[in-house]
């Protein structure tokens, strides 16, 4: 099986987490997207829309866009399943990973984005701290009932979240998460567990 990702971006990471999950070795072949190899013509072939992941499999199948990569992943993969078999635990799983992609990455990666890029402009760092709070209050409460997002058990949820709380810690914003004590708890269990130490280079 082959991962043609970047070892720093969220969407591999989510990738490579539940890879590691399932104990499950591939081959990362690395596109420099500093180098704008995700729209070259032979990485555009892969993936129509020009970033990255993508996986292909032994037997040749391609498919992109991570949470599509991580579920697909899940389902045909050996090993502890990501995705409860309890209906209401999976419609909470799905839930919080379209809270997710519908309102916190975007809010995130808002600020990521200004820091990394050092742009800083300091009124679109404001509207995603704003923006990342309404999710954040909403796991925590969540958080305050159980381990993880979709119940006590480790799911998809938690892994399509981690890349961006990563991200958010790493750029100095700790402060937005820190008051989410529930939050900080999550985390500690979600970062410490070796998949995600595996997926970031840890
Ligand atoms: N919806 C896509 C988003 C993929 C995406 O935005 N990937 C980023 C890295 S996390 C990328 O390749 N960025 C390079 C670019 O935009 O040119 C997915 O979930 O796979």
Redesign the pocket.
Known sequence: MKVYG?PM????R?VMTVLAEKNHEVEFIS?D?TK?E??SPAHLARQP?????VLETDDGFQM????A?IRYLDRTLPGTSLTPADPQAYARMEQFMSVESSYFSPAAMKVVMERFRGTNDEANIAKGREGMKKPLEVINAALAKQAFLAGNDFTLADVTWAPYVDYVFAVGEQAVIGEYKNVMAWWERVSSRPSFKKATGR
């Open positions: 970047n971006s969220t969407c591999s989510k596109i997207l704008g995700q729209k829309f020009g970033v990255v992941p992109y866009e991570s949470r990569i």
